[in-house]
């Protein structure tokens, strides 16, 4: 872990969002030995991202926003609220105006289009894996040691809830009709948006370095906008039992330990 913390931040931030991109390829793949829909196997893939996404928030974006504050007059402090605010503001704005479809309920939101509903689905993905990208980004732009630990823990988290979501995407496209082929590509494509978005948060928040702390936590509010508005929900879709709670919890906890090990 050492040697890759070495290594230039800009190219530690494109290795990372590309391993991001790898594992929700790899759980695309799955779409070709995974055949039916269980609604179990969405319950652990949603509740396990949002624990992770949770915990992610807290342990690799707020903590670090206000550990750079530390020292600095209490209003200083007082702007994070609102900065996490605006990022949830930020996501929830292209939510509402955005075509894209539901997992699980397959309902439709945004405006109007014409696209399929292969496209609808992988552009609901995009839009989850946009903030995600961002945080990965912008936790990088951090120069202090410890926050680059916490930095990579937060893009393996990622990486790890990734996985389930690639097989979240591609098997109800390929039960909608979709070659499984294609929905792996699909499934693949939602992802690699976090690589540019990466890209994009960790030079915006280098280039405009006083407002780190309040990029991180831009990216907590956008991230955990995601969970309630998106993963939560979803999780408790068609009759859903306590397992989406349950996974939930040991995603805060893989974070959790994470934190504990390589912190």
């Given at each position: 872990?050492?040697?890759l913390l070495?290594?230039?931040?800009?190219?530690?931030?494109?290795?990372?969002s590309?391993?991001?991109?790898?594992?929700?390829?790899?759980?695309?793949?799955?779409?070709?030995?995974?055949?039916e829909?269980?609604?179990?196997l969405n319950?652990?893939?949603?509740?396990?991202?949002?624990g992770?996404?949770?915990?992610?928030t807290?342990?690799?974006?707020?903590?670090?926003?206000?550990?750079?504050?530390?020292?600095?007059?209490?209003?200083?402090?007082?702007?994070?609220p609102?900065?996490f605010?605006?990022?949830a503001?930020?996501?929830?704005?292209?939510?509402?105006?955005?075509?894209?479809?539901?997992?699980?309920?397959?309902?439709?939101?945004?405006?109007s289009?014409?696209?399929?509903r292969?496209?609808l689905l992988?552009?609901?993905m995009?839009?989850?894996?946009?903030?995600?990208?961002?945080?990965?980004?912008?936790?990088?732009a951090?120069?202090?040691?410890?926050?680059?630990?916490?930095a990579?823990i937060l893009?393996?988290?990622?990486?790890?809830?990734?996985?389930?979501?690639?097989?979240?995407?591609s098997?109800?496209?390929?039960?909608a009709?979709?070659?499984?082929?294609?929905?792996?590509?699909?499934?693949?494509?939602?992802?690699?948006?976090?690589?540019?978005?990466?890209?994009l948060g960790?030079?915006?928040?280098?280039i405009?370095?006083?407002?780190?702390?309040?990029a991180?936590?831009?990216?907590?509010?956008a991230?955990?906008?995601?969970v309630?508005?998106?993963?939560?929900?979803?999780?408790?879709?068609n009759d859903?039992?306590?397992l989406g709670?349950?996974?939930c919890?040991?995603?805060?906890?893989?974070?959790?330990?994470?934190?504990?090990?390589?912190?």
């Amino acid at each position: 872990m050492g040697q890759l913390l070495a290594l230039p931040a800009l190219l530690i931030v494109f290795l990372c969002s590309l391993f991001n991109w790898f594992s929700t390829f790899l759980g695309s793949t799955l779409v070709y030995l995974v055949n039916e829909h269980h609604h179990k196997l969405n319950e652990i893939a949603l509740g396990s991202s949002s624990g992770i996404m949770i915990a992610a928030t807290f342990f690799s974006l707020l903590m670090p926003a206000i550990d750079l504050l530390e020292g600095q007059p209490k209003y200083f402090l007082g702007f994070l609220p609102v900065a996490f605010m605006v990022g949830a503001i930020f996501v929830g704005l292209m939510d509402r105006y955005l075509p894209h479809e539901h997992l699980l309920t397959h309902e439709t939101e945004g405006r109007s289009s014409h696209f399929s509903r292969a496209k609808l689905l992988m552009f609901a993905m995009t839009l989850h894996n946009i903030p995600e990208g961002l945080a990965v980004g912008v936790a990088f732009a951090n120069p202090n040691p410890e926050a680059r630990i916490a930095a990579l823990i937060l893009s393996i988290g990622i990486g790890i809830q990734n996985f389930p979501e690639g097989l979240a995407i591609s098997l109800p496209m390929h039960q909608a009709g979709t070659s499984k082929f294609k929905a792996m590509m699909y499934g693949q494509y939602s992802a690699m948006v976090e690589v540019p978005a990466a890209l994009l948060g960790y030079l915006a928040a280098t280039i405009f370095s006083s407002i780190l702390p309040y990029a991180l936590a831009f990216a907590g509010g956008a991230m955990l906008f995601v969970v309630v508005e998106e993963l939560i929900p979803e999780s408790k879709k068609n009759d859903a039992t306590i397992l989406g709670s349950l996974t939930c919890m040991m995603g805060f906890i893989i974070m959790m330990a994470l934190d504990i090990l390589l912190g």
